[in-house]
């Protein structure tokens, strides 16, 4: 997402895929059939709701981290 490139995933009940593509990519069952639609909407220029450059930034690894330290921070001193 971050290069501007589409993400097609499975939408699988174990995967985080559909938390963390969400509308900025594709997500689909995992058959044959689903997957190449999906595969041909992307190949003929669909492209997804949202930005998937503006989407992939909020999973930046210094934003992550600050995000997390917030989180622990806020842990340990019993603000959770």
Avoid: K
């Avoid at 097609?8 to 594709?26: K, M, T």
């Avoid at 069952?29 to 503006?54: I, K, Y």
Wanted: aromatic share 6%; proline share 4%.
């Amino acid at each position: 997402m971050a290069a501007d490139c589409t993400v097609i995933a499975a939408d699988h009940p174990d995967s985080a895929a559909d938390e963390v593509i969400g509308e900025a990519g594709f997500l689909t069952e995992a058959t044959v059939t689903d997957v190449t639609a999906v595969l041909r909407r992307a190949l003929t220029g669909e492209r997804p709701a949202v930005d998937p450059e503006t989407h992939a930034r909020q999973f930046d690894w210094d934003r992550v981290a600050t995000d997390a330290l917030e989180a622990y921070t806020a842990a340990a001193n019993g603000e959770w």
